[in-house]
């Protein structure tokens, strides 16, 4: 399926066959795979449900979400970017903020989020579009799009301010020695590159080990992430079709790119919709790899099953 030049070889197989599209509408993004539930996606200003048996339904109406994970207790949390805020949401439909703001100021469009093995929340908080109304400045009146980080007791975090350009996706390794992050930024000039750092035992980034994985250069760059249980790291990238003059498609980059766990492209399946989002494990035996892309929804066979937070 590799398509990319500068492609290592893969230790061993990474997909075991095609992409197979599933629904043309509701998927935008953040996909989470429930047991019981099926697959969650935002999409359409709605959290919707596919159900194990690939009905459609709106799960929650309204939600204004992007990023959805599932946390240990059963909890839906939520990037809720129309409102600025980080929500869990309970199994009968209860919601809690977990954050608003930060040192008095609104964030700017909560976008995804990862969880460590100690119930760590970190979320990326990057600003798309207009951004008069951004509150988030340092002293000098830069504006800040950081990676913060939630603490079981509820304290809050900011662990990234500048080190990454405009943070989109992020995960943290189930042993949580490192964090990934997808840097998007979607202005002409701007980075389109995977970083990795080392993590401290406290959950505070190493600044010094950040290392440049892979730069998408001119074309649309990585958003959503995940990993399977060899470690291997799943991005969702690229464009079909260009956005000039800020992102270009020549040739065709759209797709989810897999990384080595020593960081090396080993593999990458193109997705024929713009734009690819995110992805997701699920399925019986975990090795369906779910791809949102464009509002339509796509899935991949994978060898090796994806890690999930148990």
């Known amino acids: ?41 935002s999409g359409e200003g709605n959290i919707n449900r596919r159900d194990l048996a690939g009905n459609m339904s709106v799960y929650r109406k309204g939600a204004g979400t992007n990023g959805l994970l599932f946390d240990r207790q059963g909890g839906l949390v939520v990037c809720d970017n129309v409102r600025r805020q980080i929500t869990r949401i309970l199994p009968d439909g209860t919601a809690k903020v ?20 100690k119930n760590r ?21 830069r504006a800040i799009e950081g990676v913060y980080r939630i603490d079981p007791d509820g304290n809050v975090a900011r662990i990234l301010t500048h080190e990454v350009d405009r943070p989109n996706g992020l995960i943290v390794t189930p042993d949580d020695e490192f964090l990934y992050v997808a840097d998007n930024n979607n ?34 760059g990585p958003d959503g992430m995940k990993l399977d249980q060899r470690g291997r790291l799943y991005v969702a990238a690229g464009l079909n079709q260009p956005h000039l003059p800020q992102e ?15 960081g090396k492209l080993i593999d990458f399946v193109a997705i024929p919709r713009d734009e690819t989002t995110n992805c997701a494990f699920g399925g019986d035996a975990g090795k369906t790899l779910f791809v949102t892309a464009g509002g339509s929804l796509w899935s991949i066979p994978t060898a090796v099953a994806g890690y999930q937070i148990r």
Request: glycine share 12%; proline share 7%; aromatic share 10%.
């Open 187 to 220: 202005a002409l000039g701007g980075a389109r590159k995977l970083w990795r750092f080392e993590l401290n035992g406290d959950g505070t980034p190493n600044l010094p080990s950040q290392t440049l994985l892979y730069d998408w250069k001119t074309t649309r």
């Open 121 to 141: 929340i970190y979320f990326t908080d990057p600003q798309y579009g207009d951004r008069s109304g951004m509150e988030m400045r340092d002293s000098d009146g």
């Open 98 to 117: 977990l954050t608003d703001s930060y040192e008095g100021k609104k964030y700017n469009q909560p976008n995804d989020l990862t969880i460590d093995s």
């Open 248 to 262: 270009t498609a020549d040739p065709p980059t759209a797709g989810i790119y897999v990384f080595s766990t020593a």
């Open 1 to 41: 399926m590799l398509s990319i030049g500068m492609v290592a070889v893969a230790e061993e197989a990474v997909f075991t066959g095609k992409p197979t599209l599933l629904q043309e509408h509701g998927a935008g993004e953040g996909p989470v795979w429930h047991p019981e539930l099926g697959l969650l996606t």
